[in-house]
Nanobody
Framework: QVQLVESGGGLVQAGGSLRLSCAAS????????MGWFRQAPGKEREFVAA????????YQLNSVKGRFTISRDNAKNTVYLQMNSLKPEDTAVYYC?????????????????WGQGTQVTVSS
């Protein structure tokens, strides 16, 4: 049973930073591309960033480019999302997900496993 557990969310002021972590268990982590998604109140879940299973390529939402960085440590079975220069519109529940693919992928339909989410709140 694959389990994904997010951590690192919280309340931060605009302009601040947070680093989200997602620890995987029950799988061969390096066999999965990983992604981060978010869902704000009253809105649909949206793609944020993805990373290939080797970590060699990444893919990000245009609105977070230059502010958010996705990375992974296959030895620790963990994927990270470093978020800098946070804005109130980044407020959402952030989810990590695993896709049984080689490359980084965007569509949520391509992800096989999901975490429970971690709340990120950015105050103005």
């Amino acid at each position: 049973q694959v389990q994904l557990v997010e951590s690192g969310g919280g309340l931060v002021q605009a302009g601040g930073s947070l680093r989200l972590s997602c620890a995987a268990s029950g799988c061969t982590f390096s066999s999965y591309a990983m992604g981060w998604f978010r869902q704000a109140p009253g809105k649909e879940r949206e793609f944020v960033a993805a990373i290939s299973r080797s970590g060699g390529s990444t893919y990000q939402l245009n609105s977070v480019k230059g502010r958010f960085t996705i990375s992974r440590d296959n030895a620790k079975n963990t994927v990270y999302l470093q978020m800098n220069s946070l804005k109130p519109e980044d407020t959402a529940v952030y989810y990590c997900a695993a896709a049984n693919t080689i490359v980084a992928v965007r569509p949520s339909s391509q992800y096989d496993y999901w975490g429970q989410g971690t709340q990120v709140t950015v105050s103005s």
